[in-house]
């Protein structure tokens, strides 16, 4: 079944704007993580997630991602979460505003956004390179996905605004 370049055109546009929509939600869930870093203690934190792995670990004493979190809280202190607050705090407000910008169709907001992810593509490779994990594999190739597809909406708006210059200056039809 052949998929009509009109059909495919519409397709990808969706595409773009449920990923970016997904970028936008993940940018206000990094604010309210660099929220509650800012607000709460390490202590607070590591309680926090003792009491939110507790039943999981009473279930299965092994399971890794409980066991995960509850390393991670224990060994927070008071400057790996302010640098955590800092950085989510950043992270997320850049990606709201850009991803806000992109959905109101601001042109000079593509540029932007590819290379604020560019960059993040760049420090997650490393990131893996160090220690790899699959959550941040998949994490990469979204993001991947989205420069991609922002790439061709950019090129595509970008199109359409030096038609409407092109067509607005030509002379009227006699």
Known sequence: MRVSPARRHWLLDRVFWISLILKGLDGV???VGGTLLLVLKPAQISLIVQVLTQHELSEDPKDLIANALVHFAASLD?????FGAVYLLLHGAVKVVLVVAVLRDHLWAYPWLLGFLIVFIGYQVYDMIVDFTWGMLALT???VFIVALTLREYRLHRARRERRHHDSALPPPH
């Open 141 to 143: 190739l979204f993001d």
């Open 78 to 82: 008071a400057s790996a979460t302010l």
């Open 29 to 31: 869930l990094e604010l």
